[in-house]
């Protein structure tokens, strides 16, 4: 009896999961509507009263959403004051929802890989996992990986999307 062969595992394939990147740390909402008069304006005397007396203690070493989920005009300096208390405590701080805040921290980690690594070699970008990953990670990765590498592939090792090959 001949003996299993794992070829997948012969064939030099590296399997990129975006998942690895996910943040894992607690995601925090900074929602203005707490801050606005009647739910309706903004008071910036108000404001900074409120910002000063604030526990911003929930705020430290977490990734922070900075938003505003009433219908209500709020001005560009808002957020800025905001950030300005949140960004010396918190470990990311996004204009946005949680969504928003989880792709940027996906595509900054992305940004941040070191693409010597995957010089001329094959790689396939894991797809379908346990979480959903927004779609920009994906092209962020193909656009990091693209110009060092052998072939990029989308999928399983054991059934992949060729996406792009290097020309020889």
Same mark, same amino acid.
């Given at each position: 009896?001949?003996?299993?062969?794992?070829?997948?595992?012969?064939?030099?394939?590296?399997?990129?999961?975006?998942?690895?990147?996910?943040?894992?740390?607690?995601?925090?909402?900074?929602?203005?509507?707490?801050?606005?008069?009647?739910?309706?304006?903004?008071?910036?005397?108000?404001?900074?009263?409120?910002?000063?007396?604030?526990?911003?203690?929930?705020?430290?070493?977490?990734?922070?959403?900075?938003?505003?989920?009433?219908?209500?005009? !709020? #001005?560009?300096? $808002? %957020?800025?004051?905001?950030?300005?208390? /949140?960004? =010396?405590?918190? +470990?990311?701080?996004?204009? @946005?929802?949680?969504?928003?805040?989880?792709?940027?921290?996906?595509?900054?980690?992305?940004?941040?890989?070191?693409?010597?690594?995957?010089?001329?070699?094959?790689?396939?970008?894991?797809?379908?996992?346990?979480?959903? !990953? #927004?779609?920009? $990670? %994906?092209?962020?990765?193909?656009?990091? /990986?693209? =110009?060092?590498? +052998?072939?990029?592939?989308? @999928?399983?090792?054991?059934?992949?999307?060729?996406?792009?090959?290097?020309?020889?």
């Amino acid at each position: 009896m001949e003996p299993i062969i794992n070829k997948v595992a012969e064939s030099g394939i590296i399997s990129f999961n975006l998942e690895d990147l996910y943040p894992k740390e607690e995601i925090k909402v900074f929602d203005l509507k707490d801050f606005l008069f009647m739910g309706l304006i903004l008071r910036e005397k108000d404001y900074r009263a409120a910002l000063l007396q604030l526990d911003w203690q929930p705020y430290t070493d977490k990734n922070v959403a900075i938003t505003c989920t009433a219908d209500a005009i !709020i #001005p560009v300096w $808002a %957020y800025m004051l905001a950030v300005t208390y /949140l960004q =010396p405590i918190a +470990k990311e701080v996004v204009m @946005g929802d949680a969504q928003k805040l989880i792709e940027t921290v996906l595509i900054n980690r992305i940004q941040q890989i070191n693409t010597s690594e995957y010089a001329d070699t094959r790689v396939v970008v894991k797809g379908c996992g346990e979480v959903h !990953i #927004p779609e920009s $990670a %994906y092209v962020a990765i193909t656009n990091k /990986l693209r =110009p060092v590498v +052998k072939s990029i592939m989308y @999928g399983e090792p054991c059934s992949t999307v060729p996406l792009y090959k290097k020309k020889i």
